[in-house]
C-alpha cells in the first residue's frame, strides 16, 4: 500500500521518482541482477522487477529468460502485478509453450474467483496464450463464462470464442461455443450482444459458406434493440453487422433504415458512417416513388458535412467514404460544394482529397465558385496540390461546357506565371480541352508555342507536340518547332517519341511540299535506330501507307477524333458496389476490394448491393437532375495506354466515346499489335469484297487491298465484316442437318477481372467449320470499342481464321453474340489437360486473358469414316496398351439411336455385330490434325451402361473422346 | 480488428507496444518507425500500407500513436479509438508526453487490455475506468461493488455510476461556439459556419433524468403551430419574439436517446457526473460574424509591399470582444518591416512570417485600422508569393449562432429535489475558429 500512495502522489504532484527510470537500466548483468530481484521476498521489490522486465519488453529486448522467475510472481492477490505477468505471459509463453504450462493452474483458479474482474481476466488472458496445452484447459472455465452470472464476464468470454477460434477453429466447432455465442445475441446486456456479434462476423469471415450468422427479421430486430442501448462500439459491431443482412422486401428494407437513421446524429464518427453504409446499401431496394425513398436522402447530407469538422484523420477517411458516395449518389451532396473548398491549413491529404471532390460535384450551377477556388489553389505551395487544381480547372473546362472559355483564359493566366510545373500542367490539360472544342480555342496556341523551351516533362512535352502537330497548318514554324525537338529524338522518352513521329507525319499531310526532309527524318529514326518495338511497328505503318497511297493515309492519321468525355477516374460500377459496401472500412480508404490487401481467407467475399426492389427502371443510373452526370451513364476514362489509339495518334487524348466512323482502321490497328492480325484482317475483307487476294496476303498486299476497303467503311457504309459475320451465321444454321451437340454458353471471363467486360462461350462445329460462340457484355461505364482476340498456341492449332466481329461499339449493359470461326492451322504446343485453350481478348480498354476447354468432338472430321478392312487392319496394328477401356451409364438409348446420335458429331458406325444379345458397334473418329480413333462400343439391350474401348496411336486423346461420347449420349 | 498499438517518441522509439493478433509481429514495429517517422516528408496519409500491413497514425505533440492491423478494419472506428485512447491518457495523468507515458506505463497497459479486447474496443469511458483501473493495487471491494462496477461498465448507463450525492445540486453550461469563415478580399463571403459544442458540468444527486431545450427553428416551429390549439406551448414560449436558429446537423454523447431525438427532436438523457460534452452542432445560415476584415495590400514596385487593414466589430456597442489577434502574413523575402497602428501593438515576426497584431478589447460597432511598409528583398524566383490569407483570433461574448438555451429540466423522481433547487449557470462564449479573409 505504501508504493501505491507514493504512486498516486507521483501522480498528482509532478515526480520525484517515477516509472520512467525502468526505461534506462541499460548495464550488463541485468537480466542476472533481474532474476535475483524476482525471487526476492519483498513484494515490493518483485513488483519492481517485473516493471523494469515489461520495460525492456517494451523496448524490443529478450527478457524470455526470465520465464520461470516472472511466472512464479502470478500468485499474488496485487492485481497490479498480477496483469504485468499475464502481459509478460501474452508475449512470451508462445517461445516457451513447456513453461507455460506452469500458469495453468493459477488461471484455472482465477476462472473461479468471486470477482468477477479477475474472472474476466484470467478468461481473457487465457484466450490470448497461443499454446496448445493452455487452450486445452481453456474449454472448461470458457463455458462456464459463457453462462456467467456477470455480464463483464460473459461479454469477455463472447470475446474470447473468436480468439479460440483464430487458434484452433475444429476445438471451437467441437466444443460448440458456436452454439453458446449465437444464443448470446439474446443476451438481456447490450454490451454482451454486442461483442457476441463482433465476435460471431469474424468467425463467419472465415468461413464464408457457413450459415454462422444466421440474420434473419427476429435477430434483426434484436440487434436494432441492442442498438440502442450499448456503447458506441458496440453499435459500430452491430451495425456492420447488420450491413450484411439482405432484407426480404422493400418494406422490411425501410423499416431498418427507419431504425438505423437516428444513429446519424451520434457523437462517434464511425458509428455514422457505419450507419451510412447500413442506408446506402439498404436504400437499393426502396422504390424511388417512395417519399421515404427523397426523406432519407435529405437525412445523409448533414451528418456526411459534419464529418468533416472531426479531426483531420477522421476527415480524410469521410473525404475517401464521401467520394464513393459523390459517384453512387450525386444527387446526395450536390448543394454541398462549399464545405469542400480548403482551408489553408489542412494537413495535404485532406486538401487532395476535397479537391477530387470538388471536380466531381463542378456543375453549371456553382462553377463559377469553383473556378474562383482552383485558381486560389494554384498559387499555394504544394507542388502535387498546385498541378491537382490546375489539372481540375481543365476538367471543369470539359465538364462544364459553359465554364470552358473563363477555364482557358485561368489556364492562361497561369501559364503567364511560369512556374514551371504550373505551365506544364497546364499545357497538358489545355491539349484535352482541344480535343473537346475543336475550332474554338486555337488562338492560345500562339501563347502555348512560346513556353516551348521550359518544357522538361514527358506528358508536357508529348501534350505540346501533339498540339504543334495537330495544328500544323495555323502554325507558320511548325516545322521549325518540331525539328528542335528532333534533335535529341533519342533522349525522349517513349512517349515523346511517339508523338513527335506522328505529329512529323500530320505535318508532311498537310505540308508536303517543305517537309519531305523532316519525314523522312523521322522515319529512320524511327524504324532504323531505335529498338522500341512499339515506335518502330508505328513508324513502318506510316512509312508503307506513305509510299503506298498518300490519300489514304490522309484518310487515316488525319481522320476525325472520338470526342473525349467528361467525367474522369470514375471507379468501375462494380467494383463502387463493393466498395460502397464496405464504406468506413480500410477498403473505402483504398478503394480496393479487401481481397488486394488482406491475406488469407479474410474479407475474400465480395459484397454486393441487393438488387432494387419493385420498380422496373434500370438500377444503376442516378436520378439527378440538370447538375449531375446525365442519363448515359458517363464513360470511364482508362488510365492506362491504349496501344489501339496510339498507333493511330489518339494517344494523346483520352480515347473513348463512340466512333463508329473510325472503326475499321482502329480495329486493324489492334490486329497488328496482336501479331500478323493486319494480313489476316485485310485478306479476310477482300475475299468478302470479291476480290481474289485470298489465301496468305503478304503485309504489302494487305495494305493494297486497303483503300477499297477502307474508305467504305470509313463513310460509315454498312459494317462490311457484320455481313461477314451474317454470312458465317446462316452457313452454320444449314451446316448442322443431325445436330452436332453444342454444349450451353459458360462463362469464361467474369466482369470482375475484365474491368467490367464478360465474355461467355461455347464452341459448335457447323457445316465442317468450328466456330467458337460468345456473348460479350460490356459491364462497365464506357463503350468498349476496337475488340480482338488472340490464341495461345494449343494442342491442336486452333486459331481464329478471321478478326472478332464487333464492328458496333459495345455500349454499357448492352451484349453482343458473335461467332468466330476458328481454323487449325495455327501454331501447335501440347496443353495441360489436352483440350485446353488461352485466350487473349482485347479493347480499347486493356488486353484480358483467359482459359476455356473445347470438346474434342469440336475436332471430328466429315470424313472420319474408315474402310472397314482398314479399321480391321488398324484395330490390330495399335498395341493392346493403348486401348482404354470406360463405362458409359445411364443410357436409355437402343442402338441404333445410339448411332444416329454419335454421327452428328461426326462418331461413324462402320460396323454392327450381334452377339448374345449385345449389340458391338465399330466406330472409326478422324481429328483434323489426321489422327484416327477407333472405339468399340457394347450395348446390352435393358442394360443402361453402356462399355466403350477406344484404341489411338495417340492414347491421351482416349479420355476426351470418352468424355465426347458421354456428352454427346447424354444430351 | 485492430492487431496492435504502438507508441513512439518523436525519435521513433517504442513507448508502448500492445499486440492484440497473432498476425502482427515485432517486425512491424520497425517498419512504422523507418518508413513513417524517419521519413523527410510531411505525412501524406494519416494511413500507411507497409508489406500488407495497414498504420493509423496520429501524432499528439511529439508523441506518435499507432494502430495496426492486417484485416479490412472499420477505418472511421480505428481513429475515433485512437482519439478516445488519447483523452483516456490525458484524464489519467495529463498531458501526453514522452515523461508521462514512460512514467504511467503501467498504467497505460493496464487500460489497454481494459479498453481493446482481442482488437474489438471495449468501453472507454473514464468515469467507468476511473472505478477500477486506479493502480493502488486490489481494493477489497464488496461484492456489491464489484457487481455495480462490471454493471456500469457493460451496461446501459455506462457513463453514470449510482449512488452519487451532493449536497448542493448545480449545473453548469457552457455554449461554445467557433465561428469560421473564408471571405474573398472584395468582402464576399466564400463560406462561413459556426460548430458549436454544448458542454455541461453536472454535480447532481442520484440518477437524475434531464432534458434540454434550445431555440432550434424545428421545434419552434412546430410548437408554434401547436400553440393556436395548445395554450402550455405558448406559455413555455415566453417570449415569442425570440427567433430560431436553423441547425444544420447535430450529434450528441451517448447519454442522449437519439431514437427520441429523431422522433420528437427532444433532447433527453442520464447526464454522466462531472465535465463532458452533451452536443455538438453546426450552422451556416444567419451567422453574425462578429468582425470583418478589410485588406489593402499594394506592390510598390518589386522591392516594396503597402499593406492596410480595418477591423470592425459587427455586434452590440455593449458587449466586448476579447483577446483580439490579426495575423498578416508577409513574403518570405521580407527585410523590413514598418507598423503603425491605432489600436493595440502590433509587431513583425519573422520567424513566423507574419505581422501579429493583438489587442486586449474591443466593443462592438467599432473600427480599427492597421497600416504596414513591407520592404522586400529582390529575388530571382520566379514564382510570385502566395500571399497566405490574413487570419484573426478573438473571443466574444455570446453566441454567433444565435442560439439561446431554453430550458435544461432536471427530474430526480427517486431523491427528495426538483427541478427548481437546482442551481444552473448558462455561459455564452464565441470564439474565431478559422477565420480568414484572403488579400
Not at chain 1, 332 to 344: D, P, T
Not at chain 1, 534 to 546: E, P, Q, S, T, V
Not at chain 2, 327 to 351: D, E, F, H, W
Request: glycine share 6%.
Amino acid at each position: 500500500m505504501e508504493w501505491a500512495s507514493q504512486l498516486c502522489e507521483n501522480r498528482g504532484l509532478g515526480s520525484k521518482m517515477t516509472d520512467s527510470k525502468y526505461f534506462t537500466t541499460t548495464k550488463k548483468g541485468e537480466i542476472f541482477e533481474l532474476k535475483a530481484e524476482l525471487n526476492s521476498d519483498k513484494k515490493e521489490k518483485k513488483k519492481e522487477a517485473v516493471k523494469k522486465v515489461i520495460a525492456s519488453m517494451t523496448v524490443g529486448k529478450d527478457v524470455s529468460a526470465l520465464f520461470p522467475d516472472v511466472v512464479n510472481c502470478m500468485q499474488t492477490d496485487n492485481l497490479e502485478l498480477k496483469k504485468l505477468v499475464y502481459l509478460y505471459l501474452m508475449n512470451y509463453a508462445k517461445s516457451q509453450p513447456d513453461m507455460a504450462i506452469m500458469a495453468v493452474n493459477t488461471f484455472v483458479k482465477d476462472c473461479e474467483d468471486p470477482n468477477p474482474l479477475i474472472r474476466a481476466l484470467a478468461v481473457r488472458t487465457m484466450g490470448c496464450i497461443r499454446v496448445d496445452k493452455i487452450t486445452e484447459y481453456l474449454c472448461e472455465p470458457l463455458r462456464k463464462c459463457l453462462k456467467d452470472e456477470d455480464p463483464y464476464v460473459r461479454k469477455t468470454a463472447a470475446v474470447c470464442v473468436a480468439k479460440l477460434h483464430d487458434i484452433n477453429a475444429q476445438l471451437v466447432e467441437d466444443q460448440g461455443f458456436l452454439d453458446t455465442l449465437k444464443d448470446l445475441i439474446s443476451d438481456s446486456n447490450p454490451m454482451v450482444v454486442a461483442n457476441a456479434v463482433a465476435a460471431l462476423s469474424e468467425i463467419a469471415e472465415s468461413h464464408p459458406n457457413s450459415n454462422l450468422l444466421d440474420l434473419n427479421p427476429q435477430t434483426i430486430n434484436k440487434l436494432l434493440t441492442a442498438l440502442n442501448e450499448c456503447t458506441e462500439w458496440g453499435q459500430i459491431f452491430i451495425l456492420d453487422c447488420l450491413a450484411n443482412y439482405t432484407p426480404r422486401d422493400d418494406r422490411e428494407s425501410q423499416s431498418i433504415c427507419e431504425r438505423v437513421t437516428p444513429r446519424l446524429s451520434h457523437a462517434n464518427s464511425a458509428v455514422v458512417l457505419s450507419a451510412v453504409k447500413v442506408l446506402m446499401k439498404f436504400m437499393e431496394m426502396l422504390p424511388k416513388d417512395l417519399d421515404y425513398y427523397g426523406t432519407l436522402l435529405k437525412k445523409l447530407a448533414p451528418p456526411l458535412v459534419t464529418l468533416l469538422s472531426a479531426e483531420p484523420e477522421l476527415q480524410y477517411v469521410a473525404l475517401r467514404n464521401i467520394n464513393l458516395i459523390v459517384q453512387k449518389r450525386p444527387e446526395i451532396l450536390k448543394h454541398e460544394m462549399k464545405v469542400f473548398f480548403v482551408k489553408y491549413n489542412d494537413p495535404i491529404y485532406v486538401k487532395l482529397e476535397k479537391l477530387d471532390i470538388m471536380i466531381r460535384l463542378a456543375s453549371q450551377a456553382n462553377i463559377a465558385q469553383v473556378l474562383a477556388e482552383l485558381k486560389e489553389y494554384a498559387t499555394e505551395v504544394d507542388v502535387d496540390f498546385v498541378r491537382k487544381a490546375v489539372r481540375a480547372i481543365g476538367r471543369c473546362a470539359i465538364k462544364v461546357e459553359q465554364s470552358a472559355e473563363r477555364c482557358v483564359s485561368t489556364l492562361l493566366d497561369l501559364i503567364q506565371t511560369k512556374v514551371n510545373y504550373v505551365v506544364q500542367e497546364a499545357i497538358v490539360v489545355i491539349k484535352d480541352i482541344f480535343r473537346k472544342y475543336p475550332n474554338k480555342y486555337e488562338s492560345v496556341i500562339a501563347t502555348l508555342c512560346e513556353n516551348l523551351d521550359s518544357l522538361d516533362e514527358p506528358e508536357a512535352r508529348a501534350a505540346m507536340i501533339w498540339i504543334v502537330g495537330e495544328y500544323a497548318e495555323r502554325i507558320d514554324n511548325a516545322d521549325e518547332l518540331l525539328e528542335s525537338f528532333l534533335e535529341g529524338f533519342h533522349d525522349e522518352s517513349t512517349q515523346v517519341q511517339l508523338q513527335l513521329l506522328t505529329a512529323i507525319v500530320k505535318l508532311f499531310l498537310k505540308k508536303p511540299t517543305e517537309t519531305q526532309e523532316l519525314v523522312q527524318q523521322v522515319l529512320s529514326l524511327a524504324t532504323q535506330d531505335s529498338d522500341n518495338p512499339d515506335l518502330r511497328d508505328r513508324g513502318y505503318i506510316y512509312w508503307r501507307l506513305l509510299s503506298t497511297d498518300p490519300v489514304a493515309a490522309k484518310e487515316v492519321v488525319l481522320a476525325e477524333k472520338p470526342l473525349i468525355s467528361e467525367e474522369t477516374d470514375l471507379i468501375e460500377p462494380t467494383l463502387l458496389e463493393e466498395l460502397i459496401c464496405h464504406i468506413g472500412t480500410l477498403a473505402s480508404v483504398y478503394h480496393k476490394p479487401p481481397s488486394a490487401f488482406v491475406e488469407g481467407s479474410r474479407g475474400v467475399q465480395h459484397r454486393r448491393l441487393p438488387p432494387r426492389a419493385g420498380s422496373v427502371e434500370s438500377a444503376e443510373s442516378p436520378d439527378v437532375g440538370q447538375s449531375g452526370p446525365s442519363e448515359a451513364p458517363p464513360a470511364v476514362i482508362p488510365s492506362q495506354g491504349d496501344l489501339l489509339g496510339d498507333l493511330l495518334n489518339l494517344d494523346l487524348a483520352p480515347p473513348t466515346a463512340t466512333v463508329p466512323s473510325v472503326q475499321p482502321s482502329m480495329q486493324m490497328g489492334a490486329m497488328d499489335l496482336l501479331g500478323g492480325g493486319l494480313d489476316s484482317l485485310m485478306g479476310d475483307e477482300s475475299d468478302t469484297l470479291g476480290g481474289d487476294i485470298g489465301g496468305s496476303p503478304s503485309m504489302g498486299a494487305g495494305l493494297g487491298a486497303a483503300p477499297t476497303a477502307m474508305p467504305a467503311a470509313l463513310g460509315g457504309a454498312p459494317p462490311v465484316g457484320g455481313g461477314l459475320g451474317d454470312l458465317f451465321d446462316l452457313g452454320g444454321g444449314v451446316g448442322m442437318p443431325t445436330g452436332f451437340y453444342v454444349v450451353p454458353k459458360t462463362l469464361w471471363l467474369p466482369a470482375m477481372k475484365a474491368k467490367g467486360l464478360e465474355i461467355s462461350g461455347t464452341f459448335a462445329r457447323r457445316g465442317g467449320i468450328i466456330q467458337m460462340d460468345m456473348s460479350l457484355t460490356n459491364k462497365a461505364m464506357s463503350v468498349m470499342t476496337d475488340f480482338a482476340i488472340q490464341f495461345n498456341r494449343n494442342s491442336f492449332g486452333l486459331a481464329p481464321a478471321g478478326p472478332l466481329q464487333v464492328l458496333t461499339p459495345l455500349s454499357p449493359n448492352q451484349t453482343i453474340d458473335v461467332s468466330l470461326p476458328l481454323s487449325t492451322s495455327g501454331p501447335v504446343m501440347k496443353m495441360e489437360p489436352l483440350n485446353n485453350l488461352q485466350v487473349a481478348v482485347k479493347n480499347n480498354i486493356d488486353v484480358f486473358y483467359f482459359s476455356c476447354q473445347f470438346p474434342l468432338s469440336l475436332l471430328f472430321v466429315e470424313d472420319g469414316k474408315m474402310e472397314r478392312q482398314v479399321f480391321l487392319a488398324t484395330w490390330k496394328d495399335i498395341p493392346n496398351d493403348n486401348e482404354a477401356q470406360f463405362q458409359i451409364k445411364d443410357i436409355h438409348l437402343n442402338s441404333d439411336a445410339a448411332s444416329n446420335k454419335l454421327q452428328g458429331s461426326n462418331i461413324f458406325t462402320i460396323a454392327k455385330r450381334t452377339v448374345e444379345g449385345q449389340d458391338m458397334l465399330y466406330q472409326s473418329i478422324k481429328l483434323t490434325n489426321s489422327i484416327w480413333v477407333l472405339a468399340e462400343m457394347r450395348v446390352q439391350t435393358g442394360n443402361p451402361n453402356y462399355t466403350l474401348s477406344i484404341k489411338c496411336r495417340a492414347p491421351e486423346v482416349c479420355q476426351f473422346v470418352y468424355q465426347c461420347y458421354e456428352m454427346v449420349l447424354k444430351n | 480488428m485492430i492487431g496492435g498499438l504502438f507508441i513512439y517518441n518523436h525519435k521513433g522509439e517504442v513507448l508502448i507496444s500492445r499486440v492484440y493478433r497473432d498476425d502482427i509481429g515485432r517486425n512491424a514495429v520497425d517498419a512504422f518507425r523507418v518508413n513513417v517517422i524517419h521519413a523527410r516528408q510531411q505525412v501524406r496519409s494519416p494511413v500507411t500500407n507497409i508489406a500488407r500491413t495497414s498504420f493509423f497514425h496520429v501524432k499528439r505533440s511529439n508523441i506518435w500513436l499507432a494502430a495496426v492491423t492486417k484485416q479490412n478494419v472499420n477505418a472511421a472506428m480505428v481513429f475515433e479509438f485512437l482519439y478516445k485512447m488519447c483523452d483516456v491518457m490525458t484524464a489519467y495523468f495529463g498531458k501526453i508526453s514522452e515523461e508521462n507515458i514512460k512514467n504511467n506505463f503501467v498504467l497505460i497497459y493496464e487500460l489497454l487490455d481494459e479498453i481493446l479486447d482481442f482488437g474489438y474496443p471495449q468501453n472507454s469511458e473514464t468515469g467507468a475506468l476511473k472505478t477500477f483501473i486506479t493502480q493502488q493495487g486490489i481494493k477489497s471491494q464488496t461484492k456489491e461493488e464489484q457487481s455495480q462496477i462490471t454493471s456500469q461498465v457493460t451496461g446501459q448507463i455506462g457513463w453514470r455510476r449510482e449512488g452519487i450525492k451532493y449536497r448542493r445540486n448545480e449545473l453548469f453550461l457552457d455554449v461554445l461556439e467557433s465561428v469560421n469563415l473564408l471571405m474573398s478580399p472584395q468582402g464576399q463571403v466564400l463560406s462561413a459556419h459556426v460548430s458549436g459544442r454544448v458542454v455541461m458540468k453536472s454535480y447532481l444527486s442520484g440518477m437524475p433524468e434531464c432534458k434540454f431545450g434550445m431555440n432550434d427553428k424545428i421545434v419552434i416551429d412546430k410548437q408554434g403551430k401547436g400553440g393556436t390549439t395548445d395554450d402550455t406551448g405558448k406559455s413555455e414560449l415566453g417570449g415569442s419574439g425570440k427567433q430560431s436558429i436553423a441547425i444544420d446537423d447535430c450529434t450528441f454523447h451517448q447519454c442522449v436517446r437519439l431514437s427520441k431525438f429523431d422522433s420528437e427532436r427532444s433532447i433527453s438523457f442520464i447526464p454522466p457526473d462531472g465535465e463532458y460534452e452533451l452536443m455538438r452542432y453546426r450552422t451556416t445560415k444567419d451567422i453574425i460574424l462578429p468582425f470583418r476584415v478589410i485588406p489593402l495590400v499594394r506592390e510598390v514596385g518589386r522591392t516594396k509591399l503597402e499593406v492596410k487593414v480595418v477591423i470592425k466589430s459587427n455586434f452590440k456597442p455593449s458587449l466586448l470582444a476579447q483577446k483580439i489577434e490579426v495575423r498578416i502574413p508577409t513574403p518570405l523575402n521580407t527585410s523590413g518591416v514598418q507598423v503603425i497602428c491605432m489600436k493595440g501593438k502590433a509587431k513583425y515576426k519573422a520567424s513566423e512570417n507574419a505581422i501579429v497584431w493583438k489587442i486586449k478589447r474591443m466593443a462592438g460597432m467599432k473600427e480599427s485600422q492597421i497600416s504596414a511598409e513591407i520592404e522586400l528583398l529582390p529575388t530571382n524566383d520566379k514564382k510570385k508569393w502566395a500571399r497566405p490569407p490574413i487570419s484573426m483570433n478573438f473571443e466574444v461574448p455570446f453566441a454567433p449562432s444565435g442560439l439561446k438555451v431554453r430550458y435544461l429540466k432536471v427530474f430526480e423522481p427517486k431523491l427528495n429535489y426538483s427541478d427548481h433547487d437546482v442551481i444552473k449557470w448558462v455561459r455564452y462564449i464565441g470564439r474565431s475558429g478559422i477565420y480568414e479573409t484572403r488579400c
